[in-house]
């Protein structure tokens, strides 16, 4: 007989771990206004030449992002899916910042996995039709989950990506 609560704690703790976010990039303007302008609490922004998230590699422009709290899901879709729904409200205002700044717009999809538990990796039209409304490239990335990580290990396993997607 098979425990069930034993399988489904198993598929719920190694479940791919998703981070979503969704980034204004410039080589030529300053974007810190954005986060007062857009108005979400969780934004960050940087400068070029700031350190980047592993405190080794320098800035290339200068940016802003949204992330959203990391979520245990099968599906990327998923996660991509609630990040334009958080991002809905300020749309507008997102893409005529983007058209008047110029900037780049990037949805980044980093996925830890553990083996054998690795996720849909394919994004419904609606969520390419949300993506394309902000002139945006859509990347994602496959990571070996910490746990399964060697101590030298810092490069994906796998990366996907849909450039410069168009309406």
């Given at each position: 007989m098979?425990?069930t609560?034993t399988?489904?704690?198993?598929?719920?703790?190694?479940a791919?771990r998703?981070?979503?976010?969704?980034r204004?990039?410039?080589?030529r303007?300053?974007v810190d206004?954005?986060k007062d302008?857009f108005?979400?609490?969780?934004?960050?922004?940087?400068?070029?030449?700031?350190?980047?998230?592993t405190?080794?590699?320098?800035r290339?422009?200068?940016?802003?992002?949204?992330?959203m709290?990391?979520?245990?899901?099968?599906?990327?879709?998923?996660?991509?899916?609630?990040l334009?729904?958080a991002?809905?409200?300020?749309?507008?205002?997102i893409?005529a910042?983007?058209?008047?700044?110029e900037?780049?717009a990037?949805?980044h999809l980093?996925?830890d996995?553990?083996?054998?538990?690795l996720?849909?990796?394919f994004?419904?039209?609606?969520n390419?039709?949300?993506?394309?409304?902000?002139g945006?490239?859509?990347h994602?990335?496959?990571?070996?989950?910490?746990?399964?990580r060697?101590?030298?290990?810092?490069?994906?396993v796998?990366?996907l990506?849909a450039?410069?997607?168009?309406?």
């Amino acid at each position: 007989m098979i425990d069930t609560t034993t399988a489904a704690d198993d598929l719920h703790d190694r479940a791919p771990r998703v981070r979503a976010s969704f980034r204004l990039t410039s080589e030529r303007h300053l974007v810190d206004h954005l986060k007062d302008e857009f108005g979400f609490d969780a934004a960050r922004t940087w400068q070029k030449g700031d350190l980047d998230d592993t405190r080794i590699n320098q800035r290339r422009a200068h940016g802003w992002c949204l992330p959203m709290p990391e979520c245990a899901t099968y599906s990327t879709d998923t996660a991509l899916r609630e990040l334009l729904d958080a991002l809905r409200p300020r749309q507008d205002a997102i893409v005529a910042a983007i058209r008047a700044l110029e900037l780049d717009a990037h949805f980044h999809l980093e996925v830890d996995v553990h083996p054998g538990h690795l996720p849909a990796c394919f994004w419904s039209e609606g969520n390419i039709r949300g993506v394309a409304a902000y002139g945006a490239s859509l990347h994602a990335q496959l990571f070996d989950a910490p746990s399964e990580r060697r101590v030298d290990q810092s490069m994906p396993v796998s990366s996907l990506a849909a450039s410069d997607i168009m309406a």
